[in-house]
């Protein structure tokens, strides 16, 4: 083999150890993580993080925040059905979660739909989230703090349209961003990574993308000191679950269901075979 293609087969080995690693520990741990996070996705979320083995709390209530948030694992913080209310416990949770040392990630929905939104998803980026997920149209108007025609909380933008906007938007803010999309993006404003695993009928489930941002957020409560690679490991579990839900599925309905007992069921040697995360 060429030196080149070896280095490439070595570096993909050792992202798939990783991988399964960070699953295993999550398995062992079962972390706790908050989840403030919009009503259509709160059934998909909760029972995405526990297939995997974490142990989701959709508890939202600011009353509740003092007491709760310091002895979470990880928060995560989702804006999809954003009203003024839930405002002020998302930005409490943050400070929370900071205070306490744990990480926090947000999901900016529909980034770009509204200026209310906008003004909103930048306020929270500014309380500092150690992960930001979101797909290209979101990552673009949040990078370019502007709102503009969407398709909502769909994406008009392929991941890779949006390489420059995350690389940006992860220096301005500290943060780790990746979009999700064909391939899925990971950055520090520095390094890209590539997580290649999924399938596209995974866009016709809602809150996937939802789903896998609190699955990030579990990923790096198990190793905070590496969101990077902890962000890029969940992205490429959930695709593979996606790809091995998809091989059982007869459409979006019957792929939500196989997709939650792939992520279940996942074993180390479908991580090793099937894992790809390239540098970009
Ligand atoms: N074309 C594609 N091919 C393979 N996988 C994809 C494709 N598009 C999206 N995915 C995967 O689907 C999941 C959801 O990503 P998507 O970009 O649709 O998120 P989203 O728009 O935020 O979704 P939602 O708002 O409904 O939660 C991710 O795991 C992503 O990797
Ligand atoms: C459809 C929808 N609308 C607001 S949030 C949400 C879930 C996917 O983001
Ligand atoms: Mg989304």
Redesign the pocket.
């Known amino acids: 083999m060429e030196p080149d293609n070896l280095n490439k087969e070595q570096d993909q080995n050792s992202w798939a150890v990783n991988a399964w690693t960070l699953l295993s520990k999550l398995r062992d741990q079962s972390p706790l993580i908050q989840c403030i996070t919009n009503f259509?996705?709160m059934d998909l979320m909760a029972n995405t993080l526990l297939s995997a083995g974490a142990s989701p709390a959709m508890i939202h209530s600011i009353e509740e925040i003092q007491d709760f948030t310091p002895h979470v694992h990880a928060l995560c913080i989702n804006v999809?059905t954003l009203s003024p209310a839930w405002l002020p416990a998302m930005r409490e949770a943050a400070q929370v979660a900071n205070k306490a040392g744990k990480p926090w990630v947000l999901?900016p929905?529909?980034a770009g739909a509204s200026s209310f939104r906008l003004k909103a998803c930048l306020e929270l980026v500014g309380l500092k989230p150690s992960v930001i997920?979101?797909?290209?149209s979101?990552i673009i108007a949040l990078s370019k703090a502007s709102i503009g025609a969407t398709k909502g909380?769909?994406?008009s933008h392929e991941?890779m349209d949006a390489m420059e906007a995350a690389k940006s938007l992860a220096q301005s803010s500290g943060a780790i961003v990746a979009?999700?999309?064909?391939?899925?993006i990971v950055t520090d404003g520095h390094r890209v990574v590539g997580?290649h695993?999924?399938?596209?009928m995974?866009?016709k489930?809602?809150?996937?993308?939802?789903?896998?941002?609190a699955l990030i957020a579990a990923f790096v409560a198990v190793d905070p000191l590496h969101a990077l690679e902890a962000t890029a490991s969940a992205?490429s579990i959930?695709?593979i679950a996606?790809e091995m839900g998809m091989a059982m599925a007869k459409g979006p309905a019957s792929l939500r269901m196989h997709l939650i007992d792939s992520v279940y069921n996942l074993d180390q040697a479908a991580v090793s075979s099937r894992l790809k995360v390239t540098s970009l």
């Open positions: 259509v996705s999809g999901d929905v529909a997920r979101g797909n290209g979101e909380v769909d994406s991941s979009v999700s999309g064909a391939v899925d997580a695993n999924g399938v596209s995974m866009q489930i809602t809150a996937t993308g939802c789903a896998v941002t992205l959930f695709g996606g």
